[in-house]
């Protein structure tokens, strides 16, 4: 290897291009623009004069009124004509109604109101429609159609807006069964809360003074109140009580449902009687706050989940299927391929099956299976698995396998079968729960046996079950769990379960996957080496470069040209006699005389972490741009983070050992173990083996590791797979939120554990004092929301604190 | 105190009706969807008929 006679940084060259050119931005997206164009790309481009001709670019005004912090990105439109939309078989699978002309779609990029605003003008942009009815909060859009509309121009139409449309199949029974019982629960909480609300103004009479008469009266309309309260609005405690004493356990519900049973007999009693000793205010409150914190929680949660749901609903991906006798492709969907059929898959675009390459050569990047990064090469002969990514030119598959029976198929099936026997993990709450309703139940019948006057050890009793009644643990521990999912939702954290934060709280170590985790996945140019003698200008040298690369597919070339184009070099060399030869480079003449790219080969340097290609003269090497998959910026910094929470880091991956040595080296002295040459079962033993630790991965050879993890995240691009085996997804980039979640997830265990302190410390006095006939149970009744009270503000504080970390 | 007889039922009746509607209003599915609503109300409604014509 010639010595290297200056070396720089990408960033030092792209500061450089910064000062020398102008930037304006793209009028649809705002993306820096070089030149004088007035777009970025043709998709955007292409909007803005849609847009523009059906009367729309008020969108541009709306959008800049309300997206602050939102940035755009341009429009990457796909080539898919979504044809089998309008297939009669598909229609009769996805349409929401029975004359097959309402469907719903997911779609990707829902940002802001001009969105909003946007998509419900498709009856504008797109022949036939009815009406759009957007779903904020899903990023689902209902589409109405008339009888003469076809639902892949609308399809199409959302795509090229840069709105990327996957239409959700109608069988989707949980769904609207879970609507119908959010919609029941708040009907509940309703009711619940008028009737209390009702209870307490009539109460405040009985506590000011009424008497007589309509002291009775208050009493019965009270009672008649109270009833509702006590049946239709109790009806999920006692269900919940109940399954819970079917399985032999005590549930939080237990004791509430005993409290409110217990306390609705002894009020009905006293009411006949005639006696003042009624608590239908404490109780119907007690009623209406355990509901609406319930239902919070629920909401927070169903919102958190809505879109990991919305995926199993999602239609499997189409496929081009070749037409040997015309040269052509149609598009059928994957599930109607049969084993035999030859399908065409173009550049960039996903195998949608496992099968045979029968014609064309080309590159494809297995890192979803197998979690190598460099793409492998493919020709005739060789096999392709669904799932993979073809990166270089357009190859026609014999399709062997499709849907479960393909490898990605059998992973995400077992997957699913292990989940579900995952450990279920013991809460803290339900632990200290079990521990405390006993000693209540216990203590409770003892008042009751051995006060020696029947009539006051059930007062004494009942003043004990209400004074502790486990509020903080009903009320407080939902409540700071779902402030903390909203919190963790709204920094782009998607937790799939509660109990996870509390798994979180506990972790001792941390093993991250290295492709795509700790490193961005992709070859981006880290540096250029200037190897010629004459004082050949460096620019002119990357123009070259640039000029015969951007011709290539290869897609080692295709981010050269990426990283070249965004230092601001222009293309406009003129290149003659351009010759592309797989496997060894292009060729071409450029002011006569003859340069070359290759890959430059050398000992030293084979099977280690960059890439070296170079720019030839007469076998004279002038340049050389080494590529490698870089670690990503934020990583040092959050592993450093991590350690000093004490965890223990260590890097699990596919890439060889010798790629993993110099990673480890890098991101020194953090990473306490780095293990390379894993396939996905070895991941899984390893994984097995370590106690409480969380697994950060993505892509389906991390699937299995991540489902057998005690804690378990899944990183962005590969919301899937790994969201089927994984406890939590982060949909940004990198490992920063990893960190977040831990620490967020130790505040609110904190919160939680000082909730129970408190709790503890309040019925242990008030239990005592009402088995001591201190209390009556109706000073209970008035101490009981008080101390409901106290937790609460303690839970919001808790908060408060998680927001301003 | 004899006005309470009107006033008691009075009071209940009114209760009664605004859970009546707020029962309807949750089964019809009015409070699915909070979030788009609210946005929706801020958009002009003019543009589909100028496009139209």
Known sequence: MSTSTSVTRENNILGDACRLTPHRGCLHCGTKVLGSSAFCCQGCEFVFGLLEKSGLSQYYDLRSASANSISFRPIVAGSDQYSYLDDPEFLKEFSIDNDYRRMDFYLEGIQCVACLWLIEKLPVLVDGVISAELDFGRSTVSVHMSDTGQFSLVAQTLDRLGYRPHPIQKDSDSERFLQKENRVWLVRMGVAGACTGNIMLLAVSIYGGVQGYWEEVFRWVSLALFLPVATFCAIPFYKSALSALRGRALSIDVPISMAIILGSVVSVVHTIQGSDHVYYDSLAALVFLLLATRYLLRRIQQSAMGRVHLLRFLAPASARLWNAATSSTREILTKLLKSGDIIAVDTDCSVPVDGVVVSGQSAVNNSLLTGESFPQKVAMGDEVFAGTLNEGERILVKVESTGINTRLGKILDELENRTQKKAPIVEAADRFSQWFLWTVLLSATAVLIFTPHFADGLNRALAMMIVTCPCALALATPLTMSLSLQRAASAGILIKDPTTIERLSQLKSVVLDKTGTITTGHFEVTSWINNSKDAESFQFLKKVFLGLESRSKHPIAKSIVRNLKNEGIENSVEIAEWKESIGSGVKGKVNGQHFEVKAVIDASQSGGITTRVGLFRNQDCLLIAELSDKVREDTFQTLKSLNDLSLEISILSGDSQQVVDVIQSELQPYVAEALGSKDPLMKKEYIKKKHLSLMVGDGANDALALAVAPVSAAVHGSMEVSLRAADVYLSTPGIQPVYDLIVLSRKSMATIYRNFGFSLFYNLVGGIAAATGHITPLMAAVLMPLSAFTVFVSSLVGARKLVRS | ?53
Do not use: H, N
Not at chain 2, 5 to 17: D, H, K, M, N, V
Not at chain 2, 34 to 50: C, G, S, Y
């Open chain 2, 1 to 53: 105190m004899t006005i309470l007889a009107l006033l008691l039922p009075l009071a209940l009746f009114l209760a009664l009706t605004f859970v009546g509607a707020f029962v309807w209003a949750s089964l019809q599915g009015q409070y699915d969807d909070l979030e788009t609503p609210a946005q929706r109300i801020l958009l002009e409604e003019d543009m589909r008929k100028e496009t139209r014509s």
